[in-house]
């Protein structure tokens, strides 16, 4: 199977602080990758989709100035959330897109960011 | 566009009964179909996909799914839960040209002892 990994997989952080998260592919590589939001007791919400060394594609409503992505290799995907607000905290999930198989996605364990 | 409907928000049932969790779809285009199940703080793991061919998919923990186009159903079952069972479940469809995954609102099964 695939494996993938996001860090932190927990972060709490003050109004106005930017926060990274990383998403590994740690075996296969991935050339897309997907950015996944999840409100509490709610469904997924793509954030946005990224091609390794192009520019993010961003859903409506989402601000590509507040949720910086950079997928910069085939094994790595990073979000940025720059000046994070309380109404940011939430539940951000990573899915690389095993280059080549498009039929399947991974998805990476998670991580919550909860900001004061 | 697509969209994905699973109409029970909860399901709640008794060790060892069989559970359908339903999932409604609508597309104007071929699509993928999954399911995918989240255990609390956890990502989403893969219960199974439909892709074309037989109708009748089975996944893993002894889950399967029919897929039918004359109803655009995708509805999940399983003959008998277990408590590790209990969990959040998703519906999703996948736009066969931009593999953009579209997901259902989720259905929380519970399963009581």
């Known amino acids: 199977g695939a494996v993938v990994s996001q860090h932190p997989s927990r972060v709490i952080c003050k109004s106005g602080t930017s926060v990274k998260i990383e998403c590994r592919s740690l075996d296969f590589q991935a050339t897309t990758m997907f950015w996944y939001r999840q409100f509490p007791k709610k469904s997924l919400m793509l954030m946005a989709t990224s091609n390794e060394g192009s520019k993010a594609t961003y859903e409506q409503g989402v601000e590509k100035d507040k949720f910086l992505i950079n997928h910069a290799s085939l094994t790595l995907s990073t979000l940025t959330v720059t000046s994070a607000h309380p109404e940011d905290s939430s539940f951000y999930i990573c899915?690389?897109?095993?280059?080549?198989?498009?039929?399947?996605?991974?998805f990476g364990p998670g991580t919550r960011l909860t900001v004061l | 566009a697509q969209s994905v409907t699973q109409l029970d928000s909860q399901v709640p049932v008794f060790e060892e009964a069989p559970v359908e969790l339903r999932c409604n779809y609508s597309?104007?285009?071929?699509?993928?179909l999954f399911w995918y199940v989240q255990y609390p703080n956890q990502g989403l793991q893969l219960l199974l996909k439909y892709l074309s061919g037989s109708t009748l998919v089975k996944g893993i923990n002894g889950f399967e799914a029919e897929f039918n186009k004359s109803q655009t159903s995708f509805h999940l079952r399983k003959p008998s839960v277990h408590i590790s069972d209990t969990a959040e479940y998703f519906c999703?469809?996948?736009?066969?040209?931009?593999?953009?995954?579209?997901f259902g609102t989720g259905t929380r099964l519970q399963v009581f002892p």
């Open positions: 899915s690389p897109q095993r280059t080549g198989i498009t039929d399947t996605q991974y």
């Open positions: 999703a469809v996948s736009d066969r040209s931009t593999d953009k995954l579209i």
């Open positions: 597309s104007s285009v071929s699509v993928y």
